[in-house]
């Protein structure tokens, strides 16, 4: 034994070592200027760095100002900027329906992954996150129907008594300087939680954040948006099961998504699901319209058998998908009104007049707010200049490759469109797309090509995986919002002249905050 380790041993002299390491470093170096000047991605343009390492890519998103670099990257380099070795950002519109439409070969990217939530002990994909066509098709399926338009109206009489909290508790408030960017987040979720599985968080009664999970998401948020830029360290991280649990057992106080998500659905979800398989003849009958009675109604009629694992997917996605980025959209509204007092002025006159003539309900309907063509437009520049999600929306080219505005890239090449990017294109949207302007978005009055304005609108995505909860989205920010502006006169009341934005996958806002006045309509 002690022979063989000698013998061993004695293959380790120092030189050999170096020898050793010498040849680790040629090989690395080989295939790091191998990838760099692949072809076709070497005629991208972008910063050098780039070229050899993701952590450029990971440095520009660390600071929370990705909305803005990419933006500014696009100015300086053109339609194309290589933001890491395999990383190409694109904002070439004639791409988007090659890359995003329906039957796209151009799968999402290993991104995604770290969206994937545990369950059981494994990590599962969600209709958002899942990369495979075939799994995305079988989650989708079963919930497709109550995602429809003609489904959402069933949805307002859970939204609604969200809606009385809200102006209730801004009444209460009224004179006083509210942090209107928090209590949209508040509403967002407890909407969310309501038409989801019947149960409000209770955040807007409690007026905090309940069991941390605001805390917890926006730490998940944060890693996700850094993470994914190199997503083989995931299974390393919060991807890895053992090293989670070590985790929470060193740090039981640092916040946790992983932790988050399991009380959510422990705590919460669970419950309802229980309470609605012990009665669920009442609770089909009285209040059914969430999507956990849908869901269960529709294993029943139908005979089928939806795990619980399954549900609790659904369920749990539509909390992590829908709350965030509605609160975001919200934010983005009623900012850019109270900032425009013109517009602030148009909209208050539109809702007032729809109120005089008896056309508004005490609770605004979905189908109310769609006769308010000003609004509409209101919700629309505002998700145009602020889109939700502040990333490019990742997919890999497909093998053998593809021409990308004019340059053809290796299969496996990773692309992207941003929404921010797109959005201030003034070849669609007009010379000053750097204004906040509805009127851009009345047809009539528009000098601007208004049908494709509409397809270049990327706040909800685009094509094969665009957003399948976007009409929910639309019907709870037309309901709230006139039945905010009938009641209050909403201005801003921060010292500091602007709100912040900080962009981890979500371009979340914060410094939201007004004075409400209460108007004689309240
Ligand atoms: C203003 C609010 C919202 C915005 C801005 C938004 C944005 C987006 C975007 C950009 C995507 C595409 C992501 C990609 O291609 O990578 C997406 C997908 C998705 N969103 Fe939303 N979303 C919103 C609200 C909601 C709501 C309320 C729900 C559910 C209740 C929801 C559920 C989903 C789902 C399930 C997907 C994946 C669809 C698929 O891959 O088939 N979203 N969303």
Redesign the pocket.
Known sequence: MKAAQTTIFSHFQPLTLLLLFAAILVVIIVNKLRAAYRQGIREVPGSWIAKFTNLWRVSMVWSGNAHVRYCKLHEQYGSLVRLAPNFVSVSDTSIISTV?GINTKFL?SDF?IVFDTPRDGMNMA???S?RNPEH?KTL?RPVAQK?AMTSIRSLEPLVDPCSDIFTDAMQASAGQIVDLGTWLQWYAFDV?GA??FNRRFGFMEKQRDIENIIEGLDFGLAYGGIIGQMPWLHPWLLGNLTLRKLRAWLLPNAPDPVRTAINIENQMVLERIEEYDKSQVEYVESQGQDFLAFLRQQAKNTSTNMSSRDLMNHLM??IL???D??A??LRAVLYYIIRNPRVYKTLQEEIDNANLAGKLSKNVTFAESQELPYLQCCLKEA?RFH???GYP??RVVPMPGADIGGVYLPGGTIIGVN?MVIHRDKSIFGADANEFRPERWIAADSKLDVPNMERHL?????G???????N???M??GKVIPQLLRQFTITWASEKPEWEVKTWWFARQSGLLVKLERRDNS
């Open positions: 995003y999402k995604y969600s209709m958002f899942t995305h989708k995602f969310i038409i989801t996605h539509n998908a829908g709350s980025t509605t975001i959209a998700m889109p939700s999600v929306l990742e929404a990327l706040t909800f995505g685009a094969a995986r665009t957003c399948i909860g976007k929910i989205s639309i709870e920010m």
